[in-house]
């Protein structure tokens, strides 16, 4: 469908002074997005001549976030309405004849929905066509009155309705199709007829369905793409759709998710098939999983792209980094930015790492902080093993070579380098390269006196028995005492 007669124009000017917030209402988040970026990337497929984004509060916060994506932006202010915020568009529409209108916080709509508005709209030679929506609950948003079955007579704001007309339950859901010829006109006509003296644009609905202009309403296939996001409650529930549309994306290519509703995936992540996700586990950013892979309950993956047949095992924290096939991890594992573990290396409980490179094989299985780091393939790191890479000032690099033995409790002072299949001996603090095949040692030899401690708890015990027979005397000695007092009384 080519649209090159189209523009869109999305309505992100509002204060969202329900939302009670001093971020700007389009730029909250639900599904892992801000509301307007969801919306702008609905659009894209559309192909329309023009996107134009109305901003006001917080403007430039709001236009940060949308020209990358190719947006061009006009202020409105101030924010007298959604009628003034289309009619403040006029002129960045240029030469297009329609224009497909949305506002910024009903971040639901899909593409293929806008498709069929569009068509209908074309197809119906209409001045307007509006995205409606039948629901149990349409408290809080306009509702369509129509004329016939299927042409619409106004819609009417929740604050005007009459008693007849509070039991219509088809919604306006602000996304429209207008043919710009009717809409300038009737837009003139509109007064600021309401409480807030605001210019609605659902008033110039009814301006010209009474020039006789047709105005249809197309009803939505799956009325929850129509939410709003007014208060915090309805983010909260336009987050939950989100959610469970990427889960069950997710399920669709042969991804297990037990207990879902307790599972968060942002839209970007991807998985292979048969990965198992458990329950409280969160996927975030552009995180890309592999096949076969198991995340147990309690792992949170961001920005990370992970192999085929990894385990993330409960707990455990990754970040930015990348894991190879074969890996296993945790639990309570923390991968920081720049990790890199490479085809069957293991990390195993309380291991933090950042900016490292743990080669093939190598294992770091307890206990350790390995940071600003290469592990050569097959070296094993003890228990306990930090590297101080920090010196107050500066980072400094640790270079570990392959089929290494660190052994447990080691303290490697950076900048400092272990050749391959070299030992440290454990509890050494080594702050001198250490080359191939050697030994490190860096600890106190340790002197074994035979029978010390027999002799000591003899002695000690001597010493004590004194002291002991001074009590015993003393309590006898306090006896008489007490008892003379409660003679007195
Ligand atoms: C609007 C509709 C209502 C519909 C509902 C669907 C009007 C008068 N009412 O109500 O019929 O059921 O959406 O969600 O249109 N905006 C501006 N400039 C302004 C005012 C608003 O850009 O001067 C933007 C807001 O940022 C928002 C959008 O327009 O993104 C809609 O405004 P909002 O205040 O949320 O309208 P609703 O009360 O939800
Ligand atoms: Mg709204």
């Not at 309690?298 to 924290?317: A, F, N, Q, R, T």
Request: charged share 25%.
């Amino acid at each position: 469908m080519s649209n090159h007669d189209l523009a869109i124009v999305i309505l992100a000017a509002g204060k969202g002074t329900r939302l009670k917030s001093s971020l700007a209402k389009v730029l909250h988040r639900a599904g892992g997005r801000t509301l307007v970026e969801h919306i702008v990337r609905a659009c894209e497929p559309l192909k329309a001549r023009e996107t134009v984004v109305v901003v006001g509060h917080k403007a430039e916060d709001v236009a940060a976030v949308v020209e990358p994506l190719g947006a061009v932006t006009v202020l409105q202010q101030p924010q007298n309405g959604t009628g003034h915020a289309v009619h403040v568009a006029k002129r960045a529409l240029g030469r297009a004849k329609f224009a497909l209108t949305l506002p910024g916080d009903a971040p639901l709509v899909r593409t293929e929905t806008l498709k069929g508005l569009i068509a209908t709209h074309r197809n119906g030679n209409a001045a307007a066509t509006i995205l409606s929506s039948v629901v149990a609950d349409p408290s809080g948003y306009g509702r369509i009155v129509r004329k016939s079955e299927t042409a619409v007579s106004a819609i009417v704001e929740e604050s005007q309705l009459t008693d007849e007309q509070r039991e219509l339950n088809e919604i306006n859901s602000a996304i429209y199709c207008f043919t710009l010829e009717n809409l300038w006109p009737a837009l003139a006509q509109v007064k600021p007829n309401n409480k807030h003296r605001e210019l609605y644009l659902t008033d110039a609905i009814a301006v010209m369905s009474a020039k006789g202009e047709t105005v249809l309403a197309q009803v939505a296939a799956d009325s929850r793409e129509v939410l709003g996001c007014n208060t915090r409650a309805d983010l909260a529930e336009v987050d939950r759709v989100f959610r469970e549309w990427k889960r069950n994306a997710l399920m669709d290519c042969g991804v297990t998710i037990q207990l879902p509703e307790t599972v968060l995936i942002d839209p970007d992540v991807s998985s292979g098939e048969d990965t198992v996700i458990e329950a409280g586990v969160q996927l975030l950013g552009r995180t890309k999983l592999g096949a076969r892979c198991s995340l147990k309950t309690g792992s949170v993956v961001i920005d990370s792209v992970v192999g085929d047949d990894v385990e993330i095992k409960h707990h455990s924290l990754v970040v930015e980094s990348r894991v190879e096939d074969g890996v296993t991890i945790g639990p309570f594992a923390r991968l920081r930015t720049g990790t890199h573990v490479k085809k069957g290396a293991r990390i195993g409980n309380f291991v933090e790492t950042k900016k490292a490179l743990i080669d093939e094989g190598a294992k770091v299985p307890h206990l350790t902080y390995v940071g600003d780091t290469r592990i050569g393939a097959k070296t094993n790191i003890g228990a306990g093993t930090i590297t101080c890479n920090y010196d107050g000032f500066q980072k400094h690099p640790t270079t570990i070579g392959k089929g290494v033995f660190i052994g447990s409790n080691s303290v490697l002072v950076a900048p400092v380098r272990i050749g391959d299949h070299a030992y440290v001996a454990a509890g050494s603090t080594i702050t001198e390269n250490v080359p191939a095949d050697a030994l490190g040692i860096s600890r106190g030899r340790q002197v074994t006196k035979p029978g010390w401690a027999a002799k000591k708890r003899r002695e000690l015990s001597a010493a004590l028995q004194p002291a002991k027979s001074s009590r015993r005397a003393a309590k006898k000695k306090s006896r008489p005492r007490r008892a003379s007092k409660k003679r007195r009384r």
